[in-house]
């Protein structure tokens, strides 16, 4: 059975659309690295239980800020809390597949300089048009990859 839409309620969904599209950029992702070795709580509070211990260079994502704390998601999905002082404005990225391939430029044919293995983590250099990211490891060697290979963009 197909539905019947009146013009009216065609114009109420289309402003609404547009309404949720304008909205979009607002909503952008806010990635954070953790900067030194810190206890992750399941609450805003030190008092609070530690669940684990997030390794210096472990790219999270900003859910919620509050005084202090903030609420952030890890590359497997896990919602914790850290004290904000343990965050840094610099932006780390960790493989998501069994191997990434690093090349020399931003292009499939370009020539491999390294593999890098599931949860390595890699300083983000640039975000790149046309779904490349430049990306430099801990050991100084540097290049493109595509960007559905890493998490924390």
């Known amino acids: 059975m197909l539905a019947r839409v009146t013009l009216r309620q065609a114009a109420a969904i ?29 609450a805003p509070s030190a008092k609070s239980k530690p669940l684990f211990v997030a390794l210096a ?15 952030v998601r890890d590359s497997r999905g896990d919602l914790v ?10 932006r780390n990225v960790i493989v998501r597949l069994d191997r990434a391939q690093v090349r020399v430029g931003a292009e499939d044919r370009a020539a491999l300089v390294f593999e890098a293995e599931r949860d390595v983590v890699l300083e983000l250099v640039e975000n790149l048009p046309g779904g490349w990211v ?16 890493v998490w924390g963009l």
């Open 14 to 42: 289309a402003s609404a659309l547009a309404a949720i599209a304008t909205a979009l950029p607002a909503l952008a992702l806010d990635y954070r690295t953790v900067n030194e070795a810190a206890p992750m709580y399941d």
């Open 134 to 149: 430049k990306v430099k490891h801990r050991d100084g060697q540097g290049g493109f990859l595509k960007a559905s290979q």
């Open 81 to 90: 809390w850290i004290e904000k002082k343990h965050l840094a404005e610099q």
């Open 57 to 71: 260079g472990t790219p999270v994502e900003v859910v919620v800020s509050l005084e202090g704390w903030s609420k």
